[in-house]
């Protein structure tokens, strides 16, 4: 099965990694952009990090926050005329509860673009489901809770919201699209006893691709693995020993659940990646990444609400180079190893080039 998760997928676009520094003129269009359409969410989770007063993550966010259909209309034309790759819709809230999200999604499968999706799978479900299975590259559904119980209490969801969403996941398989739907396993101290159950129940319904990772609870890695370290090893065990006996060629299991150390230090002070995947909020606002999406003293890049993307992208490089990881993203970054790939390219001696 291909790698989906690869940190190597930027070396296919030369000429954007070559574009990135700050005395390159040429800014070109971000390859991937993260719309967030709506703060709206019609789930509550006791983990959300756009809803914990004391996270970094969404301390700026109001929940009444939408683009406004002209608006995305006019978001959406950019991106086509800019040639971006791609688009992913989260949240925020959940971006399937957005008013104007089938409109979105046949705006962008009528464009060149490829588009794919993250939610709760809740409202997985009529034409705006049909569009995402036919012509969407990928659906991940967030998944956390075992059954109807236990899912109630992490969602503070309906009684049989868990029945629901799997039986929403089973329809949306049996679409039969070239859409690969996979399933987000968040994993804390409780479910951490029910990984291999639950794995096994994805694969029995036909989920192709799961990524399991831990929760984050803090702003320091040091928070977020205290947090875990009781269960750390048995986690491990039970992900390892679900590799062994489920993946396949069918069925794959991507482990991203790891101590958080080195996805928190930073020792560089400009961050490629924000030109490459770039977020755009439902503030209307464009943020250098999902860590720092409502962030608006050490995130923000600028406001769109009464210019064009297009316009907004291409002006000024200056605005990329405001935020200094070494000093401004001591937190979960996922893009930080890639940050450190690009940066190792970008700073070669070029007299010494030939010598590999």
């Known amino acids: 099965m291909a790698n989906k998760y690869s940190n190597l997928k930027i070396l296919h676009y030369k000429d954007k990694i070559d574009s990135l520094p700050k005395s390159v003129e040429d800014i070109k269009a971000p390859l991937h952009v993260r719309l967030k359409p709506t703060n709206a969410c019609n789930h509550r ?79 997985l479900h009529g034409e705006k489901a049909e569009i995402l299975a036919r012509s969407g590259t990928w659906v991940r559904v967030s998944m956390d809770g075992w059954d109807d119980a236990s899912y109630k209490r992490y969602r503070n969801a309906g009684d049989n919201q868990y029945t629901q969403i799997m039986t929403n996941i089973e329809n949306f398989i049996r679409l039969n699209g070239k859409c690969v739907l996979g399933v987000s396993l968040i994993i804390d101290d409780e479910n951490c006893k029910h990984v291999y159950q639950s794995l096994k129940r994805y694969k029995d319904i036909g989920v192709t691709s799961v990524k399991a990772s831990a929760v984050i609870i803090g702003n320091t890695a040091k928070e977020t693995n205290d947090f875990h370290a009781l269960t ?44 490459i995947l770039t977020v755009v909020a439902a ?21 769109i609400k009464n210019i064009s993307f297009k316009h907004f992208w291409t002006s000024n490089k200056d605005k990329f180079f405001k935020i200094r990881p070494c000093d401004n993203c001591n937190h979960h970054c996922v893009a930080n190893n890639k940050n450190k790939l690009i940066l190792d390219y970008l700073n070669v001696d070029y007299d010494h080039l030939m010598f590999v």
């Not at 990444?289 to 409502?294: A, G, H, I, L, M």
Request: overall charge negative; hydrophobic content about 30%.
């Open 45 to 123: 989770c006791r983990y959300c990090a756009y809803l914990e007063e004391d996270m970094q993550l969404g301390k700026d966010m109001n929940i009444r926050d939408s683009i406004p259909h002209a608006k995305m209309d006019e978001i959406i034309d950019d991106f086509i005329d800019m040639d971006v790759k791609a688009v992913t819709f989260s949240g925020g809230g959940e971006p399937l509860a957005y008013t104007y999200i089938t409109e979105t999604l046949r705006k962008l499968e009528d464009s060149p673009i490829k588009f794919a999706s993250l939610t709760n799978g809740a409202l």
């Open 232 to 275: 750390f090893k048995d986690t491990k065990r039970e992900i390892a020993r679900a590799i062994e006996e489920l993946q396949d060629d069918t069925f794959e299991i991507f482990d991203a659940y790891h101590e958080m150390d080195e996805k928190f230090d930073k020792d560089y002070d400009w961050c490629p990646y924000q030109q």
């Open 283 to 303: 503030d209307q606002n464009v943020y250098s990444c999902q860590d720092k999406s409502y962030n608006l003293d050490c995130g923000l890049l600028g406001c």
